[in-house]
């Protein structure tokens, strides 16, 4: 479903999963966010590339439960639109909004393949993580 410039997405995680692959290959989106809870929690990806599978590989940085995350957040007033005009500067970028349920298991997915060098993005104050996503 689209709200505006947000799709809202709440039914599966197959489904979740399949709207950030389409921001890149269907809308042709240089970047993602995922938010749920107003904006609480959130995930930027800004799209890299495609992979051989049909998945994407990318630059992602997140807002989840963890206090470090939360306090910076919080001491940049940061909200998905924030996000995506610091972190995704430049992109266009397409919004997504979800569950709770959907949005921590689709995280806990893209986190296992992704990997860091523990640098943090400037504009935003996230730790960024190198991430691939499977089809």
Same mark, same amino acid.
């Given at each position: 479903?689209n709200?505006? #410039?947000? #799709?809202?997405v709440? %039914?599966? +995680? ?16 240089? =970047? ?7 904006d609480?929690?959130?995930? *930027?990806?800004?799209?890299?590339? @495609?992979? @051989? %599978?049909?998945g ?10 963890? @206090? *470090? ?10 909200t998905?639109?924030?996000? =995506?005009?610091?972190?995704?500067? =430049?992109?266009?970028?397409?919004? +997504?909004e979800? #569950? ?13 393949g992704? *990997?860091?060098?523990?640098?943090? %993005? ?7 993580? #190198?991430?691939?996503? *499977?089809?």
């Open positions: 479903m709200q505006g #410039n947000r #799709n809202i709440t %039914d599966s +995680i197959q489904s979740l999963h399949k709207a950030v692959l389409d921001a890149f290959y269907s809308l042709r989106k240089g =970047g993602v966010i995922v938010s749920c809870s107003g609480r929690y959130m995930f *930027s990806i800004e799209f890299d590339g @495609p992979l @051989p %599978d049909g994407l590989y990318g630059e992602m940085a997140f807002v989840d439960k963890n @206090p *470090s995350a939360q306090a910076v957040a919080q001491q940049r007033r940061c998905s639109t924030n996000l =995506g005009e610091k972190f995704l500067a =430049g992109e266009t970028i397409c919004y +997504i979800t #569950n709770e349920a959907l949005f921590f298991e689709l995280l806990k997915v893209y986190k296992r992704a *990997s860091t060098q523990e640098l943090i %993005d400037l504009k935003s104050g996230l730790k960024l993580y #190198n991430v691939r996503i *499977s089809k």
